[in-house]
């Protein structure tokens, strides 16, 4: 599976969008991109992920560049309770087993 | 459904003693996992299972063991427990078939060897 960089933190005002940024240049053609947050030392959560189209559900939007080589996962409005560490992961859809590779993440502290 | 159930959810052990994690998942997931967590890092993943009777390792098994004898139920042995093994442990449990991309974790196991 490809391996991804993001920043070790970020900081955003309450209120306003979070964008994070995921580098994964060396994605292959048929690798996922996938975003969980961790919330204070509980279990990981998934929010969405995506092969090439823009993604969006209820908590998120995924934006991926035409080239596949990075991603942002953007919080419209964010709140004190997004303040998490967020994982951007990129994962072979023929990946015996399901598994999921986590990196450090980025720690995102929402700020009134 | 209670999702995915890990127990104890905190314990203290004293180094070469020997304990099991539990974990259960009612939702009839074919594929089940361990990572272990130590503080600032992100998740490794011990061993996973894709069905009873059937476990692999995965980035860090050594001085754990697992078994899969039912669909609900993947417990993780410690033998000889050492102070490396200082760590949350979380469960997690997926379909085999996997649209949505989810992987549906525990709350976590905290184990202190001392």
């Not at chain 2, 894709?50 to 139920?73: C, W």
């Not at chain 2, 200082?86 to 060897?113: D, H, I, M, P, Q």
Request: hydrophobic share 30%; charged share 20%; glycine share 8%.
């Amino acid at each position: 599976d490809a391996k991804t960089t993001q920043p070790p933190s970020m900081d955003c005002a309450e209120g306003r969008a979070a964008n994070l940024p995921c580098n994964h240049s060396t994605i292959s053609g048929n690798e996922y991109v996938y975003w969980y947050r961790q919330i204070h030392s509980q279990g990981p959560q998934y929010i969405i992920h995506g092969l090439k189209n823009n993604e969006t559900n209820e908590m998120a939007s995924l934006i991926i560049t035409e080239d596949r080589k990075s991603s942002t996962l953007i919080l419209p409005h964010a709140t004190l309770r997004d303040t998490a560490v967020y994982y951007c992961i990129v994962r072979d859809s023929n990946n015996a087993g399901n598994m999921l590779t986590f990196g450090g993440g980025t720690r995102l502290m929402v700020k009134p | 459904n209670a999702g995915v159930t890990q127990t104890p959810k905190f314990r203290i052990l004293k180094i070469g003693q020997s304990m099991t994690l539990q974990c259960a998942q009612d939702m009839n997931h074919n594929y089940m996992y361990w990572y272990r967590q130590d503080p600032g890092m992100g998740l490794k993943l011990i061993y996973y299972s894709v069905g009873a009777g059937i476990t692999d390792k995965g980035e860090v098994p050594n001085g754990y063991n697992v078994s899969r004898s039912t669909t609900e139920d993947f417990p993780l042995r410690l033998e000889l427990a050492a102070p490396s093994q200082t760590s949350v442990y979380f469960c997690a449990s997926s379909y085999k078939e996997w649209n949505t991309g989810e992987l549906f974790f525990g709350e976590g196991s905290r184990l202190t060897v001392l």
